[in-house]
């Protein structure tokens, strides 16, 4: 069955890194791309951006870009992502989410999220 | 416009009917997929596509579209279905971005 594991949470001062980490089993890693989707405290999901496991292409929400690096390791089956200069409003819960797409006819491929990792908790605080 | 829109709060008896709403301009060219997640935990995939269910998720989970809306309704709706839902889609940049969410509140 598919899995997804995600690293435990973090701590981090403002203007500090962090790095998650999601670790896929189950399935061919290479085959399917990997979304990471954030939720602040009460808020509502926020997508960040997505990685394809196949050869590492990139597309990163603009309210992040620039502050945002998403790879992947194929030996490992494991995709990372690492947030930089890191500010109070990141404290959140940080998920990773592999992709899935579907075909129909009348509108465009859809494109969704079938298997979530547990979530990691990025707190940060000075 | 990017953005998908939802009611804050909708609530329903124990086995009534109710339906969600998502609005938005790219609904016009997407399907709406459908999160459900419960307090504490990640969301889950209810809907996706025009109308499918992943396996596990009850059939009393629907989906619909019209022009710029797509729908979620939960016929029967059950204690358990008592979360938070969001819509999902992409934008015209080939983005994801999720609805603003709806808590549904089973009385």
């Known amino acids: 069955q598919v899995q997804v594991v995600q690293s435990g949470g973090e701590v981090k001062r403002p203007g500090a890194s962090v790095k998650v980490s999601c670790k896929a089993s189950?399935?061919?890693?290479?085959?399917?791309?990997i979304s990471w989707v954030r939720q602040a405290p009460g808020q509502g999901l926020e997508w960040m951006g997505w990685?394809?496991?196949?050869?590492?292409?990139?597309k990163y929400a603009e309210k992040i870009q620039g502050r945002v690096t998403m790879t992947r390791d194929t030996s490992t089956s494991t995709a990372y992502m690492e947030l930089r200069s890191l500010r109070s409003d990141d404290t959140a819960v940080y998920y990773c989410?592999?992709?899935?797409?579907?075909?129909?006819?009348?509108?465009?491929?859809?494109?969704?999220?079938?298997?979530w990792g547990q979530g990691t908790l990025v707190i940060v605080s000075s | 416009s990017s953005e998908l829109t939802q009611d804050p709060a909708v609530s329903v008896a124990l086995g009534q009917t109710v339906r969600i709403t998502c609005q938005g301009d790219?609904?016009?060219?997407?399907?709406a997929t459908w999160y459900q997640q419960k307090p504490g935990q990640a969301p889950v995939l209810v809907i996706y596509?025009?109308?499918n269910r992943p396996s596990g998720i009850p059939d009393r989970f629907s989906g619909s579209s019209s022009g710029n809306t797509a729908s979620l309704t939960i016929t029967g709706a059950q204690a358990e279905d008592e979360a938070d839902y969001y819509c999902?889609?992409?934008?015209?940049?080939?983005?994801?971005?999720f609805g603003t969410g709806t808590k549904v509140t089973v009385l």
């Open positions: 989410a592999r992709e899935s797409e579907k075909r129909e006819p009348e509108k465009m491929a859809t494109i969704f999220f079938q298997h």
């Open positions: 189950g399935y061919t890693f290479t085959s399917y791309g």
């Open positions: 990685i394809s496991a196949y050869n590492g292409n990139t």
């Open positions: 790219s609904l016009r060219i997407y399907y």
């Open positions: 596509g025009r109308n």
């Open positions: 999902n889609s992409r934008d015209s940049s080939d983005n994801h971005v």
